[in-house]
């Protein structure tokens, strides 16, 4: 397969990976889909999207059609098998080993600069299919200025499972794949690019591990700036925290009942369209096709691996919140910022310069949170555009 060939002799065990859902599984599916309950119709869920409550029990009952009667996983399967994947075989810290899943665009030419590029959360690897296929149509493998990694989280789909018997946090998802890229002969010098969670995985690269050498990053979380600065904003008052608390009330619960939420949509493929479906719907500048928020959905149920994913939320606002303080530290790598307006945290750019090097920036005039997913091409532009700029200095 084009693109497929590693630049170097891997120093870790790596193995070809492609998506083989059994067919009984997908039978399986279908059957929970039609077996399911659609509840009965409220106040509420009438028309929910006008009143901000949430997707309406209409969305739902339509969606759930497409899902069993014109959605097919074999035709998305396919699409995504069309990329070169890959699982490695790499230990944390402590010597446990782990396997990561992850896409990848090689390039044949000697000075390919490499990147990761790191996902969010309700989104996986496959939020960069379109960038992938955008970036193949514009470079032959011969042509391709990039080595391009894009790694399944561990918890998420087809990489290890969180561990069991002991906490895992964003430091530990940043040291495994720094050990990816080294065992790829990748890790002297490298870009990492994330949005979402993949913004604290990237920045948590960018602090701890010397082959990172600048990050990009398409969204980012970071405090007001100090009264009596140029950038300080007012404090929020309760309208404001009102507006907020509704956009981040699915947090709260997954940063404070992990376990209940993980083992209610675990247990219902109809509970797991909802909860998932509306972040894509109400996160998106243009929502996505009903073939692409499905196809997010059928591989987080295949995979069973919702409750695993959301391991991360207990950092921002559960128990383990003042644990991981990655995020509170100056970044002092070259940090390039795009800001996109529908973002659900639209940070300024004024903000991010408290919190970071801030070396590159652009503002869009449109685009949500799922940036890859939304504008490949736009996305792509912003990190060649930064790349372009800051790689001449930083690989001396």
Known sequence: MSYSTPPFKPT???EPFTISIPDEDI???KTLIKLSRLPKETYENIDAEKKGFGVSRKWLEDTRKYWLEEYDW???ESRINAQPAFKATVKNSDGLEYKIHFAAL????KDAIPIILSHGWPGAYIEFLGLMEVIRAKYSEDELPYHLIFPSTPGY???????????FAIKDVGYLYDQVLKGLGLGDGYIAQGGDVGSHITN???RSHEGCKAIHLNMRIVKPAPPGTPEHSQPWGIPEFLEWLQKYGYNLEQATRPSTIGLVLGSNPISLLCWIGEKFVEWSDETPSLDTILTFISLYWFTDTFPSCIFSYRYGFGSKRNVHTADKEYQHKPTGYSYFPKEITPIPVHWVKTAHNLVWSREHKTGGHFAALEG???LLD???DFVKQVWPEVSK
Do not use: A, C, H, M
């Open 204 to 206: 948590e690269l960018g």
């Open 382 to 384: 912003d990190v060649e």
């Open 376 to 378: 490949p091409e736009v």
């Open 27 to 29: 039978e399986e599916l």
């Open 12 to 14: 870790i065990p790596l």
């Open 106 to 109: 090689f390039s044949k030419r």
């Open 74 to 76: 074999r035709k998305q």
């Open 157 to 167: 789909l087809f990489s290890s499972s969180t561990p069991n018997d002991r906490e």
